[in-house]
């Protein structure tokens, strides 16, 4: 990474040497003769470090125009490392310079290696202090290490592919089934990579409502919109040096994808309320079940996007065709799970490894895991036997979707005493129904939304208003 450097002074020979010193040393280097000008820079240009001269035409001792800098820059609110500097030796301008927010001070005539310590130290602690914000944000994210559990052929074969393409920093679209396990496989590829030591950041872009795309994905300054109270980092900033999975990219409104593009193609954002444009640096890894070629001929998908998205395909294939897998990936969940709720060493019968491995897994591994979950929880001896599976019936599954159309159509519903809804508050009876179609569904988005004959994205609305996830019910 090039770090930016501003020198600002209003002596040219002064800038010239501090220039050809910094420049000397791989450092990006601009220059300013005066405070005003360097405001202006700063708002259009992000810079990293301002290498700042105290005195100007004022006068030659006081620090005041060097103290008034300082002062602009936190009421702009534009966070950057400053280096005072001044001709005249004084303690007190030194400390009202580092109580007024800069980082340290050096004294002309500099010292080249004393200045290039401070510069380079600074630098180090501004990535701290960046990495350090960027972690508190992203706690809340799913960081935990993915485990690929797996001794199919169709495995074993993907995962020599993985291994292949994640040392390269190639843009990778992961397809497949819904519940193939995209998401794992987009952490084992960042963990197999160079970037293992960054952060991986996942979102799911079916989530984000589309007023608040630009947010998500590149941040906002504080009062950029009417709730912006403060700022926050983008997931592209967020990634930065790492790897960023975006989930669902077929879920992208049109009118967003333009600019999902641009960072694509240039490497470059703005943040929303900031004319400020930022560089990107991050490994992209984008997954879908979604027939995106199809979307394309129905206009509701950029090509262009598409071409950049699909660098490299690799497709996720579903559990059916990888049979062998099913009781190792049954006996980790059945651990994960007993860990989780404390019902450690329960195992599987016979009768109960015939069962599920002769089902056909339509809801792929996330069906498998959620099912293992209820038999955890249900199971009333360590031994889990063929009765503790429960499965969800084509037939059942048939009738509910038929019943629910029904009342939609007819606007007839159950308000019995045993109905799950009759005299609910209506905000507790919208989260409980979306609750009860996402369990039906085994955590399917679409088939959610039609059992509930809602849109795809208003269904992603409601879940995100209700503060609903899969890993709530189960799902992975």
């Not at 989930?247 to 994808?257: F, G, H, T």
């Not at 960072?263 to 929303?272: H, I, P, W």
């Not at 036997?385 to 979707?401: G, L, P, Y």
Request: glycine residues 6%; contains cysteine; charged residues 25%.
């Amino acid at each position: 990474m090039t770090y930016k450097i501003l020198i600002v002074d209003d002596q040219p020979d002064v800038r010239m040497s501090a220039n050809f010193l910094l420049s000397n040393q791989g450092f990006d280097v601009c220059e300013a003769d005066s405070p005003r000008t360097a405001i202006t820079l700063l708002k259009e240009r992000s810079i990293d470090l301002v290498l700042l001269d105290m005195n100007y035409t004022s006068d030659t001792t006081s620090g005041a125009e060097g103290l008034s800098f300082l002062k602009q820059l936190k009421e702009l609110e534009i966070k950057v490392s400053v280096i005072v500097m001044t001709a005249w030796s004084s303690v007190d301008l030194a400390v009202n310079a580092l109580k007024a927010g800069a980082k340290d001070f050096v004294e002309k005539p500099w010292d080249n290696q004393r200045i290039l310590q401070i510069v380079k130290q600074q630098m180090k602690v501004s990535d701290l202090e960046k990495e350090n914000q960027a972690l508190k944000q992203q706690q809340n994210e799913n960081q935990q290490s993915s485990q690929m559990v797996f001794s199919s052929q169709a495995m074993t074969g993907l995962i020599k592919q993985l291994d292949r393409l994640a040392r390269t920093d190639a843009t990778i679209l992961l397809t497949g089934d819904n519940g193939t396990g995209k998401s794992s496989i987009a952490k084992y590829i960042h963990q197999q990579s160079e970037r293992n030591d960054k952060i991986f950041v996942s979102v799911n872009m079916g989530a984000i409502p589309e007023s608040l795309f630009e947010s998500e994905m590149f941040g906002h300054k504080k009062g950029a919109f009417t709730d912006a109270k403060k700022e926050r980092i983008g997931r592209f900033e967020l990634a930065q040096g790492g790897t960023l999975f975006l989930d669902e990219i077929a879920n992208i409104p049109l009118s967003q994808q333009a600019k999902l593009l641009r960072v694509l193609e240039d490497g470059e954002f703005e943040m929303v309320g900031s004319s400020q444009t930022k560089s990107t640096n991050v490994r992209l890894i984008c997954a879908t079940n979604a027939d995106i070629q199809s979307l394309i001929d129905k206009g509701k998908f950029r090509p262009d996007l598409y071409f950049r998205l699909n660098v490299l395909e690799v497709h996720v294939p579903s559990l059916k065709k990888r049979q062998q897998d099913i009781v190792p990936l049954a006996e980790f969940f059945i651990r994960k799970h007993g860990l989780h709720y404390s019902r450690s060493g329960m195992k599987l019968s016979h009768g109960a490894i015939k069962k599920i491995v002769e089902y056909q897994w339509p809801g792929n591994v996330r069906e498998l895991s959620h099912i293992i979950e209820r038999a955890v929880l249900l199971a009333e001896n360590e031994l889990l036997e063929a009765e503790d599976i429960h499965f969800k019936s084509q037939k059942a599954e048939t009738n509910i979707e038929t019943e629910l159309e029904v009342e939609q159509a007819t606007g007839i519903q159950e308000t019995t005493e045993n109905s799950a809804v009759a005299f609910m508050p209506l905000e507790e009876a919208e989260s409980h129904l979306i609750k009860s179609a996402l369990t039906k569904t085994l955590g399917n988005i679409v088939e959610s939304a039609r059992l509930l004959g809602i849109s795809q994205s208003s269904m992603y609305r409601r879940m995100e208003k209700h503060r609903i996830s899969k890993t709530d019910l189960g799902q992975e």
